[in-house]
């Protein structure tokens, strides 16, 4: 073999070397968090999708009752929604598989206690349930950072969530969501300073919870 060749192989030796290492810390540190949402409503999955554009976040929503039970193979974080779910005894078993086969499973709001799975140290677990109980647009946001960071331990691309908003018990908000007024007469002041105000128009108030 000439020296021109075994420079050439060697080369391209350091080449593929320098690609499998890439390759392998993508893998580990850089690619797509995936998270499968079990029972979540339509609108926190709106939240969910709002709060992750610009994110390497992806999300796997399967239909999940006694009659249909999902694939949970290969899922790293699994996230139930809980109230008003009623677990089978298949269900439950799909998850007990999952959390032995490694998936990292956590219930929001479980109304049950027997419903309640989570695997999560009970740091993460208290972090994240902050994050969620004052949802707002910057708090998803918080929340979706929390789970690519320190759940699904990724460093690239993986920013430092900003500390969650705690939210008053009872506030008036805009359209726009990070505005919120805890009385109504600041909702009112911050209403006609945006030009809204009407003085002639009924007034209309949704109540949510």
């Known amino acids: 073999m000439t020296k021109k060749k075994r420079l050439v192989l060697i080369g391209a030796t350091l080449i593929l070397a320098a690609i499998s290492v890439y390759v392998s810390l993508y893998l ?24 992750a554009e610009g994110l390497p976040i992806q999300f796997h929503r399967p239909q999940f009752d ?16 809980g109230m008003g779910l009623r677990l089978s005894e298949e269900m439950k078993q799909a998850l007990a598989e999952a959390a032995r086969n490694g998936s990292i499973i956590h219930t929001f709001s479980s109304s049950m206690r027997r419903n309640h799975f989570s695997n999560l140290s009970n740091d993460h677990a208290r972090a994240l349930k902050t994050y ?78």
């Open 132 to 209: 969620w109980r004052n949802s707002c647009a910057k708090n998803m946001v918080g929340f979706l950072k929390y789970c690519r960071r320190y759940i699904d331990q990724k460093r690239w691309n993986a920013a430092e969530p900003e500390k969650p908003v705690l939210m008053p018990k009872d506030f008036f908000f805009h359209r726009d969501a990070n505005v919120i007024k805890e009385s109504y007469q600041e909702y009112l002041d911050y209403y006609k300073a945006k030009g809204y105000y009407k003085p002639d128009a009924p007034t209309v108030a949704f109540f949510t919870t």
């Open 28 to 51: 580990k540190w850089g690619r797509p968090t995936r998270i499968c949402l079990l029972s979540f409503r339509d609108h926190h999955y709106s939240k969910l999708l709002d709060a």
């Open 66 to 81: 006694s009659r249909h039970i999902p694939d949970l193979k290969g899922e790293k974080i699994i996230f139930v929604y």
